[in-house]
């Protein structure tokens, strides 16, 4: 990326949009122009005003007549909230299996080591559609927890590196001859060296976990309607791509360009912190 | 230990594994018994079924009895078409494969040397524009590669059938928007293989002992980064084969991707547990292989687990040896 400093443009650009996809979806609610439900029949298929539309609907309308802008602004809500408590649910799973089997060892080292190694060979996709085909439809949580299940090994393995080296670290064996518990030693002395591991981690399978949302969804296997995500609007409108490709085109772009620059961000963070 | 033995046990625990998984996963799907008859059926039959099927065993003897039915290659029946679930599954499949070889193909050969010529001009403004290309390739999902590609040259360019199979363009976008993906995957990875084996100290020796560059590259720095990309391929492998799923759907081809979302939104279990028993256990041999290859691939393993053998105790750690 461009050599200017310490932070290139593009990281200057990407935090920039990040920054404001955060606040769209924060006050998705007021910044809608209208009802996200409000169906006006009259009005299927109005273009957005870059396309000879009025401000009535400035990005257009769907086949119900729905405004695209709050369709939008709250699919992005609905995506990033579940791709963030995805991403953070996975991250807290992943790092207490890996520093516990890193710590402990033994049994469990090769317990863990067996299951990372099961999540590891088989297709992700298709063990979360496993998991989707068993979970009660239109369940909001249950689509969280499996959001989680995705990527969990990677923490795992990054986290039971940093325990297995922080065991022979002087630091750890003084607090041990002093007593100190083990507990205690591992949040207060070992969790803290894994802190920018963990948060550059984060920020590379954040995205990831967006697009999981979003290809689920859009395969009409993630969010159910009446509840809309970015994937479950590419998915209704797919059939219009013809007469009314704003439909598919307006949150596939939102889509595109929030992940590319929470990658590019990642990246960026990635190449500071030296994680591979 | 033997290392064949130590790498067929792990092969072999991962397979139980995915037996364990995909048994609860059925199990927690509810009662087959119901599943498999209308409401109105009377209690003697499902009575009998129940018996047949050994529903009313213990949970591990179920277990048993269901290993041995897959042993037997009985899958179960998909509900929805009412044939067995393997037979359903099998089918679909050269579909799936006719996407997904293509595509891992494409991958491959436009990736991994666009990897090494990035790793070779490191800090360059090429080596920039690729990891750029490649950073921004993960950060898009095929299937909205393939939507983007359809607006344009089927909608909008015409030049382009938008779905189903027609004749051979018809494999254009589905196999372009996998390989796009994928080939930014392999690009990055090669790029860092390569990078990471340039700054060893042997390359340093060669260079300084005055051998040409493409002579290091050859001798030197290829072999060295094969076996990760050879570890990466296999595993790969599996993740080009579920978003061959996805894209599949999106371009409407009949094959084993749209089947299993078909059955996943229908909750056609049976279905399901094949395509991940078929996928998982094609994964774990392929795995299984590609640890085999590396001796054949890298002399240094192939020394390593001689010497493991004849005397397990005293070892040089070595290096490269997984």
Redesign the interface.
Known sequence: ??PSGNFPL?IVASFLIVAVFVLLAIFAAPLSPHNVADINLLARFRPPVFLGGTWDYPLGTDRLGRDMLSLILRGIQISLTIAAVGTICGAIFGTTLGLLSGWVGGLLDNLVG??V??Q????????I??????MPEANFVAFVIIMAMYGWDRYARLARAIALNAKNQPYVQAQQVIGASAFRIVTRSVLPNFMAVLLVTMSLSF?QTI?LE??LS????GIQPPDTSLGVL?GEG?GQ??NA?WV??LP?SV??LA??S???LG?WARDRVGV? | MNWLLLRSGRAILTLLLLLTFTFFTLAASGDPALQKFSPDVDLATIAAFREKWGLNEPIWKQFLIYLERLAHFDFGMSYRTGRPALEVVLDRVPVTLSLAIPSIVLSIVIGIPLGFYAAMNKGRLADRITILVAVMGLAIPPFLLGIFLMYVFSIWLGWLPPSGYVNWTSYIMPVASISAVYAAIFARFTRSAMVEVMSHPMIETAKASGLATGLVQRVHVLPNVLLPLVTITALEFGNVVTFAAVIENLFSWPGAGTLLIEAVAGRDYAVVEAVLLLTGSTMILANFLTDLSYGLIDPRIRDYRRAYRRSPDQLPSPEGAA
């Open positions: 990326m461009s593009l067996i299951l190694d099961f590891a060979t088989i297709p992700n996709l298709i063990l559609l496993a998991l989707v085909t068993i995205p697009l979003t290809t859009f395969l009409g296997i590419i797919r791509l013809y490709p598919v085109l596939a889509i595109l992940t590319i929470i990658s590019m990246d591979d």
